[in-house]
């Protein structure tokens, strides 16, 4: 039902001879949670508890896909309209508590209006039923087609391309993904399995999640694949999704697995969810991502020849990293990547030290010279520069990668390996689950440390010039010039 219903019943009723005042609402237009670099990402007035994304695919990817998407809240204001994230999909017909209710569109919000007032603290289920198109560009995310199928590839703006939501890492909720597919193909989704349902040459697969997570991790992937399993760290089940053809060619890859789980718990403690993997895509993106459990990879990355097994490892190991480092412990503003990309991005760097004997303060002192190129191109690491509308991905930059890391590695010769450690797994520990702003990080440092790093936090996140490396008076930062901007998550720069 579009709005213009209830604008003309109140036009009625104001030229009827009864004494009648009709209330009508402000034009609906698009909100946000007021973060500086995405503003209309997200929405005010409500918390989203949990997502049910039911999708039926009838075999090809490049037609919208019939959607039904569910989401159960909790009001946080008092409502009488509900802003949601979504483009590149039809609305065919919202339900707010099982009434039907009206809606329109403006920017990339669906906004609807709620059958009468909602007070704060109340629960608010909404359904909403709608077609999701993978038709699109795939430059700014969303769906990604495969030689075969589908993937997901949301960050950092491009769940509400696939599903409405609460498009912003601020606001986590748990997942229920069921989809529908030709039977000769193989659904994968970030959780456990939680059952699959044949019927008349199609099955349905579904999925759940055991902790919340992020709309921009949502990984859903539908092609004709194999799915390997294995056993980690403590018994945690692994499973990997490759091309049925491929799965022979990856094996090598990826029984690395284990042992880098094993790798990183001996950094930061116990991986923090129920599963993990990763999934192997016949697709060219540009990029990995750390799809929650389910890491998307390039086919490319594995079966090229053009990268070292080193490198390989490491960018393996910086997407798993961000199981931490960026899923479990998700950042409250997208100011706050350097968080994500910065951890992922040290330890990758570690784990090179240690198994290919590529040194970190090598890559430091490199990345050091580079720094002020990088901040004049990109902003300071805890401020970036806004993205440019028509290509998003460009917030992820150097400077939040190589950039980022470069201030943990400041950061641990300013307290010591010691207090740097227990940092690490304090974080990771006592956000598990949440959100968490980079003053969080900063203030817990402080008081891990024993005295105050503001000074030393607001150079090296805030300023236009990169601090003295404590320990190495010595390095210098090169005169910046126009450097090439965009770094795509996570690829690092290919090896010389």
């Not at 402000?26 to 508890?49: K, T």
């Not at 970030?190 to 055991?210: D, F, N, Q, V």
């Not at 000074?455 to 805030?462: E, K, M, P, Q, V």
């Amino acid at each position: 039902m579009p709005l213009t219903s209830r604008r003309l019943r109140a036009a009625l009723l104001a030229t009827a001879s009864v004494t009648l005042v009709a209330a009508t609402l402000p034009a609906p237009e698009p909100l946000g949670i007021g973060d500086r670099l995405f503003p209309h990402l997200g929405n005010p007035g409500y918390d989203v508890l949990s997502y049910d994304v039911s999708l039926t695919y009838k075999g090809s990817n490049t037609k919208p896909l019939d959607a039904v998407t569910t989401i159960d809240a909790r009001t946080t204001a008092p409502l009488e309209r509900i802003n949601l994230d979504f483009a590149r999909g039809a609305v065919r017909s919202v339900e707010v508590n099982g009434l039907n209710s009206e809606f329109a569109t403006a920017g990339e919000d669906l906004i609807v209006d709620a059958p009468s007032r909602i007070p704060a603290g109340a629960p608010l289920r909404i359904t909403v039923r709608h077609t999701s198109d993978p038709s699109g560009d795939q430059a700014n995310g969303g769906w990604v087609r495969t030689a075969d199928g589908l993937a997901m590839a949301n960050q950092a703006d491009a769940a509400h391309r696939v599903f409405p939501g609460n498009d912003h890492p601020a606001d986590k909720a748990y997942f229920t993904f069921r989809v529908t597919a030709p039977k000769e193909l193989t659904v994968v989704a970030g959780g456990l399995p939680a059952g699959k349902r044949e019927h008349a040459g199609a099955a349905t697969w579904t999925y759940r999640t055991a902790h919340p997570m992020a709309t921009e991790l949502a990984q859903v992937s539908i092609g004709r694949s194999a799915v390997l399993h294995r056993t980690g760290p403590h018994g945690l089940p692994l499973r990997d999704v490759a091309p049925t053809a491929d799965r022979e060619k990856l094996e090598p890859w990826l029984s690395k697995t284990p042992s880098q789980l094993a790798w990183m718990e001996e950094q930061v403690g116990p991986y923090p969810f129920e599963t993990y993997g990763l999934l192997v895509a016949d697709t060219e993106t540009g990029f990995e991502l750390e799809t929650q459990t389910l890491s998307l990879f390039e086919r490319s990355l594995f079966t090229g020849t053009g990268y070292p097994e080193w490198y390989v490892d490491s960018v393996m190991v910086h997407e798993l990293a961000h199981q931490w480092f960026g899923n479990s412990v998700s950042p409250s503003s997208w100011s706050d990547l350097w968080l994500n990309e910065g951890h992922a991005t040290w330890y990758e760097a570690r784990y090179a030290e240690e198994h290919a004997q590529k040194p970190l303060e090598l890559r430091m002192r490199a990345a050091y010279a580079r720094s002020d190129t990088w901040r004049a191109a990109g902003g300071p690491p805890a401020h970036p520069d806004v993205p440019t509308p028509d290509h998003k991905i460009s917030l992820f930059r150097p400077v939040v990668y190589d950039g980022s890391a470069l201030i943990l590695y400041a950061l641990r010769e300013e307290i010591g390996e010691a207090a740097f450690d227990r940092l690490e797994r304090t974080w990771v520990r006592v956000h598990r689950n949440g959100s968490a702003t980079t003053r969080h990080f900063t203030d817990l440092a402080s008081r891990i440390a024993g005295r105050d790093l503001t000074a030393f936090f607001d150079g090296w996140l805030y300023a236009e010039k990169t601090p003295p490396m404590p320990g190495h008076p010595d390095w210098r930062s090169e005169t910046p010039r126009d450097a090439a901007g965009g770094q795509s998550p996570a690829r690092a720069p290919k090896p010389e």
